[in-house]
C-alpha cells in the first residue's frame, strides 16, 4: 500500500480485519457492525485480501503466525488471539515488526470451573458408568452407588480465577472448602470464603482434590507416588487443568489399589490420548480436553478479542497485550540492559521466596532513577510472576496482575547509591516474612547482584545458580563442592557473603547445569547447611 492509499484510507477510518480461523459470529458482532472496519473472513494463506492491506488479524490456534507472514503484512498493528495460548505467534517477531498481539484470558474461567465441577459431581455418583450400564440394558443400582457433596472437604490445589470460581460453586454446596497455593494472602482466602493450608495439610484432609495449577517445573508430577499416598483413603482426585500436574502411571496404580477411590481427567501428559491406561478403569472419567469447549466459551473470547482489536485499532490502549511496543534502536539500547537487570532480580527474588506476597517496593539511585522508571518497575513484576501464575507475563501486562492479586507496588527513587552508578534495591514483604534483594549495572562489569537481605557479595546472574544457606564452619564449601562434584554438577562460579565469623551466611554458586530434586534432597546430609534453592533465569 502506498504512502497515499495509507492517507486516503486514514482519513476515511476504515480498517482491514482479517478473520483467518473459525470464530463464534456473535462473538464478532463487535467489529461485523462497526462502521470504521472491513471484515474478511479468509484463511489467511488463501484470502483475497491483500496482505499489505491487513490492519488486524484475528486467529485461534489454526493460523501460525512466523516472522516471514509478518514481512508480508508491513500494515499489520495487531493480532488478536482468540484463546489464552499463544504459541503460534512469534511473540518476538511481532514486537519487532511493530505489532501488538493480545489474548482472551478469562474467556474459558467459566466453562473449565463448571466442567470440572461437572466431573466432580458425576464421579462421586458413578453418572457416567450408571448410563453406560443402562445402554448395555443393566439395572445395577446397588453397584452404582455413590456419595454426597454435602459436608464433604474439597481442596484445590492452584488458587487462580478457575481456583475461585470453583471455590464459590463448592460453597453452594456446603462442601468445606481448603485452598493450596504457595503466592495465595490469607485476605485473598477470607475473601474467597476458602481455608489456606500447606500441601500436606491439603492432602490429609481432603475428600476430593482438584489441580489448578500451571505446569511449572514445581508442579509436574506434583501428584506423585509419594505425594498420592499422603492423600486420604478413598480420595476422589480430579485434573481438568494441565497434562503433567500428575503423574498418570502413578495415579493409575493408585487407582488399581483402591487407595484412590476414582478420578476425573480432562487433560494428559501426551494428546491425544487415546486408549489411554486411564480410560479402561471403571473408576476412572476421562474427557478429550474439552473443559473449555463451549459454545459460550467460544463466543466470549471472540467478543474479547473483538472488543480489543476495535478498540485499538481506534487508539485506545490494549489491556491485555503480550507484547511490548517496538522501540528506537537507540533507546532499545539504553534501556534495555537496566530491564534485563530488574527483570532478573525479579525472577531471582521469586525463587527464593516461595510465600504469598502483599507488598513489593523497587528503590532506585544513582543515574538510573533520573530515567522514567515505570518500565523497569515493569520488568521486576514481569520477573517476579513469571513463575509464579498460568498466564504468559510480561512488561505489558505485569502490573494488571500485581494488582489482579492484591500485591501492593510502589517505588522510591534514593539519593545514597552505595558507590555504584547505578543501584536498584527491591523489598518485598509476604505473609510471614521478607526479602532484600540489591542490584547494579554498568557498562564495565555488566549487571551485578550485590546484596541478599543482610548478606552482601558481588555475584552475575547466571542460568543455572544455587542459593545455600548455612552455617560460617571450617570445611562446608569443601563439602558443597564434593557433594556437586559426585553428582556431575561443575561449578562455574562462586560467591560468598556472611555477616560475622562463625554465623548465618550465603553461597551463591553459578553451574553448568541444572541441579534436579536429587542433588538438591542430597544437601540434607550436610550438617551445617540451613536450606538449598535452585535458581534458573
Same mark, same amino acid.
Given at each position: 500500500?502506498?504512502?497515499?492509499?495509507?492517507?486516503?484510507?486514514?482519513?476515511?477510518?476504515?480498517?482491514?480485519?482479517?478473520?483467518?480461523?473459525?470464530?463464534?459470529?456473535?462473538?464478532?458482532?463487535?467489529?461485523?457492525?462497526? =462502521?470504521?472496519?472491513? *471484515?474478511?473472513?479468509?484463511?489467511?494463506?488463501?484470502?483475497?485480501?491483500?496482505?499489505?492491506?491487513?490492519?488486524?488479524?484475528?486467529i485461534?490456534s489454526?493460523?501460525?503466525?512466523?516472522?516471514?507472514?509478518?514481512?508480508?503484512? $508491513?500494515?499489520?498493528?495487531?493480532?488478536?488471539?482468540?484463546?489464552?495460548?499463544?504459541?503460534?505467534?512469534?511473540?518476538?517477531?511481532?514486537?519487532?515488526?511493530?505489532?501488538?498481539?493480545?489474548?482472551?484470558?478469562?474467556?474459558?474461567?467459566? /466453562?473449565?470451573?463448571?466442567?470440572?465441577?461437572?466431573?466432580?459431581?458425576?464421579?462421586?455418583?458413578n453418572?457416567?458408568?450408571?448410563?453406560?450400564?443402562?445402554?448395555?440394558?443393566?439395572?445395577?443400582?446397588?453397584?452404582?452407588?455413590?456419595?454426597?457433596?454435602?459436608?464433604?472437604?474439597?481442596?484445590?490445589?492452584?488458587?487462580?480465577?478457575i +481456583?475461585?470460581?470453583?471455590?464459590?460453586? #463448592?460453597?453452594?454446596?456446603?462442601?468445606?472448602?481448603?485452598?493450596?497455593?504457595?503466592?495465595?494472602?490469607?485476605?485473598?482466602?477470607?475473601?474467597n470464603?476458602?481455608?489456606?493450608?500447606?500441601?500436606?495439610?491439603?492432602?490429609?484432609?481432603? !475428600?476430593?482434590?482438584?489441580?489448578?495449577?500451571?505446569?511449572?517445573?514445581?508442579?509436574?508430577?506434583?501428584?506423585?507416588?509419594?505425594?498420592?499416598?499422603?492423600?486420604?483413603? +478413598?480420595?476422589?482426585?480430579?485434573?481438568?487443568?494441565?497434562?503433567?500436574?500428575?503423574?498418570e502411571?502413578?495415579?493409575?496404580?493408585?487407582?488399581?489399589?483402591?487407595?484412590?477411590?476414582?478420578?476425573?481427567?480432562?487433560?494428559?501428559?501426551?494428546? $491425544?490420548?487415546?486408549?489411554?491406561?486411564?480410560?479402561?478403569?471403571?473408576e476412572?472419567?476421562?474427557? $478429550?480436553?474439552?473443559?473449555?469447549?463451549?459454545?459460550?466459551?467460544?463466543?466470549? *473470547?471472540?467478543?474479547?478479542?473483538?472488543?480489543?482489536?476495535?478498540?485499538?485499532?481506534?487508539?485506545?490502549?490494549? $489491556?491485555? =497485550?503480550?507484547?511490548?511496543?517496538?522501540?528506537?534502536?537507540?533507546?532499545?539500547?539504553?534501556?534495555?540492559p537496566?530491564?534485563?537487570?530488574?527483570?532478573?532480580?525479579g525472577?531471582? #527474588?521469586?525463587?527464593?521466596?516461595?510465600?504469598?506476597?502483599?507488598?513489593?517496593?523497587?528503590?532506585?539511585?544513582?543515574?538510573?532513577?533520573?530515567?522514567?522508571?515505570?518500565?523497569?518497575?515493569?520488568?521486576?513484576?514481569?520477573?517476579?510472576?513469571?513463575?509464579?501464575?498460568?498466564?504468559?507475563?510480561?512488561? *505489558?501486562? #505485569?502490573?494488571?496482575?500485581?494488582?489482579?492479586?492484591?500485591?501492593?507496588? /510502589?517505588?522510591?527513587?534514593?539519593?545514597?547509591?552505595?558507590?555504584?552508578?547505578?543501584?536498584?534495591?527491591?523489598?518485598?514483604r509476604?505473609?510471614?516474612?521478607?526479602? &532484600?534483594? &540489591?542490584?547494579?549495572?554498568?557498562?564495565?562489569?555488566?549487571?551485578?547482584?550485590?546484596?541478599?537481605?543482610?548478606?552482601?557479595?558481588?555475584?552475575?546472574? =547466571?542460568?543455572?545458580?544455587?542459593?545455600?544457606?548455612?552455617n560460617?564452619?571450617?570445611? *562446608?564449601?569443601?563439602?558443597?563442592?564434593?557433594?556437586?562434584?559426585?553428582?556431575?554438577?561443575?561449578?562455574?562460579?562462586?560467591?560468598? +557473603?556472611?555477616?560475622?565469623?562463625?554465623?548465618d551466611?550465603?553461597?551463591?554458586?553459578?553451574? !553448568?547445569?541444572?541441579?534436579?530434586?536429587?542433588?538438591?534432597?542430597?544437601?540434607?546430609?550436610?550438617?551445617?547447611?540451613?536450606?538449598?534453592?535452585?535458581?534458573?533465569?
Open positions: 500500500m502506498t504512502q497515499v492509499q495509507q492517507a486516503v484510507k486514514l482519513e476515511k477510518g476504515i480498517y482491514n480485519v482479517l478473520v483467518s480461523d473459525n470464530m463464534s459470529e456473535d462473538g464478532l458482532k463487535p467489529i461485523l457492525e462497526s =462502521a470504521t472496519v472491513n *471484515v474478511v473472513r479468509e484463511n489467511i494463506y488463501e484470502t483475497s485480501l491483500p496482505l499489505d492491506e491487513v490492519d488486524a488479524l484475528l485461534r489454526a493460523t501460525t503466525v512466523t516472522s516471514e507472514l509478518l514481512d508480508q503484512m $508491513p500494515n499489520l498493528r495487531i493480532i488478536g488471539r482468540a484463546g489464552v495460548g499463544v504459541d503460534n505467534v512469534d511473540l518476538e517477531a511481532a514486537t519487532s515488526h511493530g505489532v501488538v498481539v493480545i489474548n482472551a484470558p478469562d474467556g474459558n474461567t467459566i /466453562s473449565t470451573a463448571e466442567h470440572t465441577f461437572a466431573m466432580l459431581a458425576s464421579l462421586v455418583r453418572i457416567p458408568q450408571a448410563n453406560q450400564s443402562m445402554q448395555e440394558g443393566r439395572w445395577d443400582r446397588k453397584k452404582y452407588q455413590g456419595a454426597e457433596l454435602y459436608g464433604k472437604t474439597l481442596g484445590i490445589i492452584g488458587f487462580g480465577r +481456583g475461585a470460581e470453583i471455590a464459590q460453586r #463448592a460453597r453452594a454446596f456446603r462442601m468445606n472448602v481448603l485452598a493450596f497455593d504457595p503466592f495465595l494472602t490469607q485476605s485473598r482466602a477470607e475473601k470464603h476458602v481455608t489456606a493450608v500447606t500441601l500436606d495439610e491439603i492432602l490429609a484432609q481432603s !475428600d476430593m482434590l482438584t489441580v489448578h495449577t500451571p505446569l511449572t517445573k514445581e508442579t509436574k508430577g506434583l501428584l506423585n507416588e509419594k505425594t498420592l499416598k499422603q492423600t486420604k483413603p +478413598g480420595v476422589f482426585i480430579l485434573n481438568c487443568a494441565r497434562g503433567g500436574i500428575i503423574d502411571e502413578a495415579l493409575y496404580h493408585a487407582v488399581k489399589s483402591g487407595h484412590v477411590r476414582g478420578a476425573a481427567i480432562d487433560v494428559f501428559e501426551e494428546e $491425544p490420548a487415546k486408549n489411554h491406561p486411564l480410560s479402561s478403569l471403571p476412572v472419567i476421562t474427557t $478429550p480436553h474439552i473443559a473449555a469447549s463451549t459454545s459460550e466459551a467460544q463466543q466470549n *473470547v471472540a467478543e474479547s478479542v473483538s472488543h480489543e482489536v476495535l478498540g485499538y485499532l481506534n487508539g485506545k490502549p490494549a $489491556p491485555h =497485550a503480550l507484547n511490548l511496543p517496538y522501540l528506537d534502536q537507540d533507546v532499545f539500547e539504553k534501556f534495555s537496566f530491564t534485563k537487570l530488574t527483570r532478573t532480580l525472577d531471582t #527474588a521469586s525463587q527464593l521466596f516461595r510465600e504469598p506476597v502483599k507488598e513489593i517496593e523497587i528503590s532506585y539511585a544513582g543515574e538510573i532513577s533520573h530515567q522514567e522508571t515505570g518500565l523497569f518497575n515493569r520488568s521486576f513484576l514481569a520477573g517476579f510472576f513469571k513463575h509464579r501464575i498460568d498466564d504468559y507475563v510480561n512488561e *505489558v501486562n #505485569a502490573s494488571w496482575i500485581a494488582k489482579e492479586r492484591d500485591v501492593q507496588v /510502589s517505588e522510591k527513587h534514593e539519593s545514597e547509591s552505595q558507590g555504584y552508578a547505578n543501584f536498584v534495591k527491591a523489598f518485598i509476604g505473609e510471614h516474612s521478607t526479602i &532484600h534483594i &540489591h542490584g547494579t549495572y554498568s557498562q564495565e562489569i555488566g549487571a551485578r547482584i550485590v546484596q541478599i537481605n543482610d548478606f552482601k557479595l558481588d555475584f552475575q546472574p =547466571a542460568k543455572h545458580t544455587l542459593y545455600v544457606r548455612h560460617d564452619r571450617p570445611g *562446608v564449601i569443601g563439602k558443597v563442592g564434593q557433594l556437586l562434584g559426585v553428582h556431575d554438577v561443575n561449578i562455574a562460579t562462586m560467591q560468598v +557473603g556472611r555477616k560475622e565469623e562463625g554465623g551466611a550465603i553461597m551463591l554458586l553459578s553451574t !553448568d547445569k541444572e541441579c534436579n530434586e536429587k542433588v538438591i534432597q542430597a544437601f540434607e546430609e550436610i550438617e551445617e547447611i540451613i536450606s538449598v534453592s535452585a535458581i534458573e533465569l
